[in-house]
């Protein structure tokens, strides 16, 4: 009996043992696995910088919610708020080209037109000449840009009754855009000689509907495409 008793009171110890042995294990790997531990964070800090990524986890959500169109007064409002941090970091994208509902794409077509009444022309951008997809990219950038931007070139029949300083702003954006369509137009002319006038549009293509696709029109159709007008600059202008 007392040797059935020693062992009872070695298991019971041994157990003990154990469990403590298993804590100390448990309290090592917890020490070593969270790495805000090892930084020596306080309860505070923690919360101050979960607070931090949650706001520009917002932010970050916020700028396609609020990008029109369609989009609700609400995330407007918000986003107006949040504005000077949306572009301080340039994450004020609408990600509008993806899906479920993608918008429009812009190309710049553009008409040299010669001395000698030829008239040659091209487009941007151009998959065969803009390599690599940087280059092209940054064509298509300068396209949506302009189509974006191509409304201020339209002069509003009210404008005489604007107030001074809205008058004055659109004067602005009109200068801007248009040394902006003149830097593309000396672009597009460089290398040639003998121009007289050099015209920008901007071409709009549109997304076929699903019937329309199914009616066998192609993507590329010519009646998918719109477009405007945006500058015409003489030879001695650019």
Known sequence: MRHDGRLCRSTEVGGVSEKRARSGEREITREVDNP??????????????????????????????????????????????FDPYLRGLAINNGYRFFAPNPG???????????????????????????????????????????????????EPEDIDRWPAEARDGLREDQRQVREFCRAVARDAARGQTGIERVRLYSREHLIPTPEQLRSGTRIDDPNLYVEIMLAEFTGSEL
Do not use: C, N
């Open 104 to 154: 429009p794409s812009h190309l710049v077509r553009y008409e040299l037109v010669m001395e000698d009444g030829r008239v040659e022309g091209g487009e941007f951008p151009d998959p065969r000449r803009h390599r690599p997809r940087l280059l092209y990219h940054r064509m298509f950038m300068i396209a949506e840009v302009l189509a974006d931007r191509a409304q201020v070139l339209d």
């Open 36 to 81: 805000v531990d090892r930084l020596g964070w306080s309860v505070g800090r923690r919360r101050w910088v979960s607070a931090l990524l949650a706001f520009h986890v917002f932010a970050v959500f916020l700028a396609p919610m609020a990008a029109p169109p369609p989009t609700s007064q609400l995330a407007q409002r918000i986003a107006a708020v």
